[in-house]
């Protein structure tokens, strides 16, 4: 069985920043890991982080749907398993835009969990690379 996390965020910017903050490699380092992402379908990349002696620090993903400034979906494979993260936005009207991420591909609730917490942490963060 396969579990889905799907998180909604608000935020008060341009669509179109909350885009860049998606889709720009250097500022995904400044919120996610230094990557060599590029938002163009078939792109293959990989999130880098220090390894621990429980993981070697690698994300891998291809890039499979780019709809800009609205839709951005990719590959995330580590630990042996394979999800797909889609961030989906949203302009609300009166400089507030909704962007939901929605993580598909879990194979047990720990991975679910584990998740839903490392993207917290990381969500403080893009908060502040919209800021800048």
């Not at 669509?15 to 500022?27: G, H, R, V």
């Not at 909704?98 to 584990?114: D, I, R, S, V, Y």
Request: no cysteine; net charge negative.
């Amino acid at each position: 069985m396969s579990l889905t996390l799907s998180l909604d965020f608000q935020y008060t910017t341009s669509i179109e920043k909350a885009w860049s903050a998606l889709t720009d490699s250097n500022k995904l380092a400044k919120w996610v890991m230094e990557n060599d992402f590029k938002p163009v379908v078939g792109h293959r990349f990989q999130f880098r982080t220090q390894p621990s002696e429980y993981w070697d620090g690698i994300i891998d993903g291809e890039v499979l749907i780019v709809d800009a400034p609205n839709r951005v979906s990719y590959t995330w494979a580590s630990g042996g398993e394979k999800h797909t993260v889609t961030w989906t936005l949203q302009d609300l009207g009166d400089g507030k835009v909704n962007l939901h991420l929605e993580q598909t591909g879990f194979a047990n609730a720990q991975g679910l969990e584990g998740a839903r917490y490392g993207w917290g942490n990381w969500f403080r963060e893009f908060e502040k690379v919209l800021e800048q």
